[in-house]
């Protein structure tokens, strides 16, 4: 037995947004991030957009797109109100905004993630290089790779109606930022793109080559999870299906590559555990329904207006395929939801929510690469028309 597409609306929620990237660039607006008033459209919904859990972060601002349905009947608690005033009270101190996440539990609790405390710092680890110029017939060589990684200490309370504690316990939540090059594809777990030792066209598309080819690991690893959990067969034929369109992508960008003199190097498969339902929830939400689609969008907005002919005809295919991939994601992302509880669901949203607030953040180091690529103002733009307007705090 199947169920409804949560993925439906994403190739059009795309396509808008390269058209809009388009229509500002022919206007003469390209460096302003809203340059036309859009035809009046639904507002997109957030991952997990279920009636019985209400999430909230922050107030949105005025005229902004709620960020999912809130279920505000009366006999439930007021979630956020009870957390606050706990932890205000617990705390002796207000509750900086933007830490704390909230939602009602279907026994009458409420369960509060408090941020008590973040860290960054840089992790380094060895890897090759994804291209060596015009070197063949040889391994690139080794350098070291370094990313940010944030780390969160989280308080979980669980409250009853009046307010009044009930359990509590600290978790931890770590977070690699993402690399400036990252807009495209779904990164398996451990996976860090390998630095470029060369600049140049070659260096693009074999940085590009290279992440399709570790996309085919996570959809393998997303196909045998999917039927593990006994997900229906259609679900999981997408899955492989995706894995089959990452090894064309893969080998129609390194042809690109090599046509520039650059070799690309294809990541080997790594060893996993097995993963929960939440785990594969989390992963989700952050690389298919946030980075696969906004991966999609600049892929189709390269088919449309690469300077490159070759380019062109390569995303023209890369990027129908792509937007299926996200269009699987948020189909994956419904399923996996009838399969958790409550208070996984408010963790999957939490996930998505700092995925689409690093994604924005990180749109201001866009840069051209002379393949069509967006600017920040347009990354803003097509940004926005997949997942909504957020505040990129």
Known sequence: MDFPSAGASIDARIQRGVWLVLAAAACGHANHPMPLEPAPEEAPPAPLPAQSIAVAVEPPEAGAPPDRPVDAGPQRPDAHRLCRTYLSQALAAPVEEGSLS????????????????????????????????????????????SVRRTVQQIDHLVLDANGVLKSTKRISTTHDDIPAGHVCGRRPEGFVETPRHAVGLGATFASMAELEAASVHAFARLAEELAALGAPVRLVARARAAQRDEVRHARTMGALARAEGAEAVHPERPVWSPRTALEMARENAIEGCVFETYGAAVASLQAARSPRADVRAAMARIAVDERAHAALAWDVDAWLRERLDQEDRISVQHAYTCAVRNLHASLSRATDDGLGGPSPAEARLLADACFGAVEAA
């Open 102 to 145: 909230a939602g009602p539990l279907g026994d009458g609790t409420v369960v509060c993630n408090h941020i008590v405390k973040t860290t960054e710092s840089m992790h380094t680890m060895m890897v090759a290089g994804t291209c060596c110029g015009k070197q063949r017939g040889g391994p690139c060589p080794s350098s070291p790779a």
